[in-house]
């Protein structure tokens, strides 16, 4: 167990609608990450938040955007959505705001599966 | 520019021999390199890590891997295979980004352990 939680396990909705994926991060963990990964596209990382403030964006959809509360959870809301964006998703944590150059662990959830009919 | 090759999707081995995921990076200074692992139907989890001090890493359930500047690779191994051993392993080599660092992932190796 990781220690870092994500909600709901699995989604199951229809093309147009808006979803909200909640992520915990690991106690004392500021950093939240966002990544998506299906079977065409692997892993793929779309966003970056510390201590509530966006830090790095990857292949993020202008109809994906994200946002980390004071409380540091983070949720990754996805919008008109389309057929394509059947994924996993995953949220991982870290300690550090800048990789220690590069050296930081993640620490993932278990992962939202999303599909959208 | 970081970008990271792991050379084959699956790699299939009977149990109690060895394994080899073969993984070989770019980069344009000294990278931070990882292995993480997936197992069905569960989140990634941190193998092992390679950030410039010994090259030779050993990491978590038996798993090691080698730093080879020369060669620009990051091989990991495990002397014999077991059979909760089959997952997906991800090579991943970090890149500096504005103020930041962010992780480049590898497409992944599927390991197979033939009983």
């Known amino acids: 167990d990781s220690g870092v939680t994500q909600t709901p396990k699995h989604l199951i909705t229809a093309t147009g609608q808006r979803v909200t994926l909640r992520c915990s991060p690991r106690?004392?963990?500021?950093?939240v990450y966002w990544y998506q990964q299906s079977l065409d596209q692997g892993l793929q990382f779309l966003i970056q938040?510390?201590?509530?403030?966006?830090?790095a964006k990857g292949n993020i959809l202008e109809r994906f955007s994200a946002q980390q509360f004071p409380d540091l959870h983070s949720e990754l809301n996805l919008s008109s959505l389309e057929l394509g964006d059947s994924a996993l998703y995953f949220c991982?944590?870290?300690?550090?705001?800048?990789?220690?150059?590069?050296?930081?662990?993640?620490?993932f959830g278990p992962g939202t599966r999303l599909t959208v009919l | 520019a970081q970008s990271v090759t792991q050379l084959d999707s699956h790699v299939s081995v009977s149990e109690g021999t060895p394994v080899l995921l073969r993984c070989n990076y770019s980069?344009?200074?000294?990278?931070?390199l990882f292995w993480y692992v997936q197992h069905p139907n569960k989140g990634l989890q941190l193998l092992l890590k390679?950030?410039?001090?010994a090259t030779l890493v050993k990491g978590i359930n038996g798993f090691e891997a080698e730093f080879k500047k020369s060669e620009t690779s990051f091989h990991l191994t495990k002397p014999s295979a077991h059979m909760s051993d089959a997952a997906e392993y991800f090579c991943?080599?970090?890149?500096?980004?504005?103020?930041?660092?962010?992780?480049?992932w590898g497409a992944g190796t599927k390991l197979i352990i033939k009983p």
């Open positions: 991982a944590s870290s300690g550090m705001p800048l990789l220690l150059a590069g050296t930081d662990t993640q620490y």
């Open positions: 106690s004392g963990d500021l950093s």
């Open positions: 991943v080599v970090s890149r500096p980004m504005d103020s930041n660092y962010q992780l480049i």
């Open positions: 938040y510390y201590n509530g403030e966006e830090r």
């Open positions: 390679y950030t410039s001090a």
């Open positions: 980069s344009s200074y000294s990278p931070s």
